[in-house]
């Protein structure tokens, strides 16, 4: 009797019940899914839809050849309250403008868990898709573009996560907006191979644990990577180029690994407030304008392997003592004066990132005006002969004597308007 029952069961889930609805331009879209039942396939030809859509069952809604669907400039274009919904397929555009209502071209609300979201373009709307208190939600190989006329402040975020765990976020494509990824109280995410440009931030991390970033490109925005209030995060194998301010920002951090990233030709490579206990290693961060800016009782960090070639400023320091860097295996730094006598790869001599000279660089800029004046460089001199003249600084004490990351070549040549 109960393996009756059990098959029973298993045959009322099973999808082979599942029906495929054809919608054509014309008909009701909403009324098809009223109709449908849990499970269904709805089928939506090619044409242009006026739609504020409810989903509230699970079901599949799948655009065949590209199908419009137009929020009018009202509402949410598209809203889901009910688990297992499958959304593919579709052009989905023109959400209302309510910065206050949240309006998105797909809102997830709170339930709508393993939602899958992917192969869609989601353009011009206020948020492309906002997830709020929804799990294990998917989203794959969309393109999202925002509000292009109006200013930063104006638009919503291309992808807003909230309070969510186990998303995956993988291969979108997403600009014009305020933040390409805001990612707010939520955990064991995946965000990989995405490619995020022209937005205030790449990403901006907020209050979430345990998530993995990997192999993400963040370029031209303002910011690239920002990680704020978060620990127990793996950053891994990004490029982060091109962005205005900086290119990765760990703000409040702990407890985390951030490896084999690139970080070029932004305005500081790494911005570094407030951090312990992370593993920052074999990353290559070249050409920025300032390499590090590195401040508020930063400590306990292990740096290294890392790759400092070509920025214009290596180590930007405030602090009230000597941070050290590379105690285990050392960093590569390419204003480095050193020698090595004894042929082993690491200069006999430690590297001091900063000197009196920097500091009075930093406070009268003008100065760099006189930098290689004879007077300037026997002001450096003076301050490495008299240690009462000497300022806290960033100290590598095994400095290695060649950088070892191997597409430093690349980027040395790559200019901020090419990947």
Partial sequence: ????????????G??????TV??????DLQAAIIAAAPGDVLEV????YRVNLHIDKALTLRGVDRPTLSGGKTGDTIRVTAPDVVIEGLIVRDSGTSL??????????????RAVVRHNDLTYNLFGLWIEKANDVQVLSNIITGLRDVNSSQRGNGVQLYNTKGARIEGNHISFVRDALYVDVSHHAVFRGNRLHHSRYGTHYMNSYYN????????????????MEVRDQVVRNNRAWGNSDHGIMLRTMQDSVIENNVVADNGRGFFIYDVEYVKLRNNLVTGNSVGVHL??????????????????EQVRYVGARDERWGTQSGN???????????GNGVGDVPYEANDMVDRLTWRHPTIKLLLASPAVQALRLVGQQFPVLRVPTVVDPKPRMQPSNPQRSHWRDTQPSKP
């Fill in 100 to 113: 206050k209502d949240q309006n998105a071209g797909i809102y997830l609300y709170p339930g709508a868990h």
């Fill in 22 to 27: 054809q919608v054509r331009p014309g008909q």
């Fill in 295 to 312: 401040s508020a009782g930063s400590t306990r960090n292990e740096v290294e392997g890392n790759d400092f070639v070509g920025n214009r």
């Fill in 212 to 227: 993995l970033w990997e192999d993400n490109d963040t370029y031209l925005n303002r910011g690239g990577l920002a990680l």
């Fill in 332 to 342: 590569y730094w390419s204003n480095y004066l050193g020698w090595d006598r004894d």
């Fill in 1 to 12: 009797m109960a393996f009756a029952v059990t098959a029973a069961l298993a045959l009322l």
């Fill in 45 to 48: 030809q090619r044409g242009f």
């Fill in 14 to 19: 099973n999808p082979l019940w599942a029906a």
